[in-house]
T-cell receptor, first 115, second 114 residues
Framework: KNQVEQSPQSLIILEGKNCTLQ??????????LRWYKQDTGRGPVSLTI?????NTKSNGRYTATLDADTKQSSLHITASQLSDSASYIC??????????????FGSGTRLQVQP | EAQVTQNPRYLITVTGKKLTVTCSQN?????MSWYRQDPGLGLRQIYY???????DKGDVPEGYKVSRKEKRNFPLILESPSPNQTSLYFC?????????????FGSGTRLTVV
């Protein structure tokens, strides 16, 4: 069964600090992995996409890594800002089906940045 | 601006009263999908559509219907809503199911069934 597990479930950090969110997946075959940011009550917005051959990708203060061998990804946020407070969702594309379950969603990490 | 538009944003209704949540995209995407999001469960797929007149069940289709008569629209229909359908709903579209170019999500519809 395809699964995506994220940790921690929630995280509180002080403004200016760094943090790392984790994502482990069992989706096979693997196509790509995206990190989405979801502000409260809003739709998810894509931050980065990782394909099988990519190890690291940055988008401003966000850096995603992928280890396809261990099936793990991380999202590192540098110099956090209050606006980083949101849920971060790891979404893995792949599996045998091209319609249903083309995406497997993690349940997200809720990040709260405090002043 | 490329976007997925959902309406309404908020809806409170009573058990059994039919309702429709509309979804429209302006990116000429073939693939569209509906999700519900509940605390601690993440996003779960309700129905998806590969193209016009092609729809299929996702993981939690019970109590929902959809239609895809035009490429841009993908309404979600609750024929007889029940309290367990109280949730946050998202419509999304992409060029392909695997979302190589990413999924665009609507802003969500918060539905409360009393």
């Amino acid at each position: 069964k395809n699964q995506v597990e994220q940790s921690p479930q929630s995280l509180i950090i002080l403004e200016g600090k760094n943090c790392t969110l984790q994502c482990n997946y069992t989706v096979s075959p693997f196509s790509n992995l995206r990190w989405y940011k979801q502000d409260t009550g809003r739709g998810p917005v894509s931050l980065t996409i990782m394909t099988f051959s990519e190890n690291t990708k940055s988008n401003g203060r966000y850096t995603a890594t992928l280890d396809a061998d261990t099936k793990q990804s991380s999202l590192h946020i540098t110099a956090s800002q209050l606006s980083d407070s949101a849920s971060y969702i790891c979404v893995v594309s792949g599996g045998m089906d091209t319609g249903r379950r083309a995406l497997t969603f993690g349940s997200g990490t809720r990040l709260q940045v405090q002043p | 601006e490329a976007q997925v538009t959902q309406n309404p944003r908020y809806l409170i209704t009573v058990t059994g009263k039919k309702l429709t949540v509309t979804c429209s995209q302006n990116m000429n995407h073939e693939y569209m999908s509906w999700y519900r999001q509940d605390p601690g469960l993440g996003l779960r797929q309700i129905y998806y559509s590969m193209n016009v007149e092609v729809t299929d069940k996702g993981d939690v289709p019970e109590g929902y219907k959809v239609s895809r008569k035009e490429k841009r629209n993908f309404p979600l229909i609750l024929e007889s809503p029940s309290p367990n359908q109280t949730s946050l709903y998202f419509c999304a579209s992409s060029k392909s199911p695997r979302g190589r170019d990413g999924y665009t999500f609507g802003s969500g519809t918060r539905l409360t069934v009393v």
